[in-house]
């Protein structure tokens, strides 16, 4: 399974950004992370087929995730950003099976959030 990460690019601080990610084949549950140079990728945000959704602490109330299961598509609505929201984005996709499960990753998309 191949994703293909869009949407970032450099907002203010205040506004707003919606990430997309297409995964060429279906996954269960779709997740978003984010780096910053140096530091290792953080979890953000996910949901699975059924749904339901999980969010950090530092973005809740602030991100949404979304997905349209018929196009394998998840969506990261991103408002009220911050600077520390600047970073490099992931998208992370994770197939359940009967031995266990695999992880497929986008390619990321920077987001960068200006004062």
């Known amino acids: 399974v191949q994703l293909q990460a869009s949407g970032g690019g450099l907002a203010q601080v205040g506004g707003s950004l919606r990430l997309s990610c297409v995964a060429s084949g279906s996954v269960n549950a779709m997740l978003w992370y984010r780096q910053y140079p140096g530091l290792a990728r953080e979890w953000v945000a996910a949901?699975?087929?059924?749904?339901?959704?999980n969010y950090h602490d530092s973005v809740k109330g602030r991100f949404t995730i979304s997905r349209d299961n018929a196009k394998n598509t998840v969506y990261l609505q991103m408002n009220s950003l911050r600077p520390e929201d600047t970073g490099v984005y992931y998208c992370?996709?994770?197939?359940?099976?009967?031995?266990?499960?695999?992880?497929?990753w986008g390619q990321g998309t920077q987001v960068t959030v200006s004062s």
């Open positions: 992370k996709g994770v197939r359940v099976m009967a031995r266990g499960s695999s992880d497929f």
């Open positions: 949901i699975n087929s059924g749904g339901a959704t």
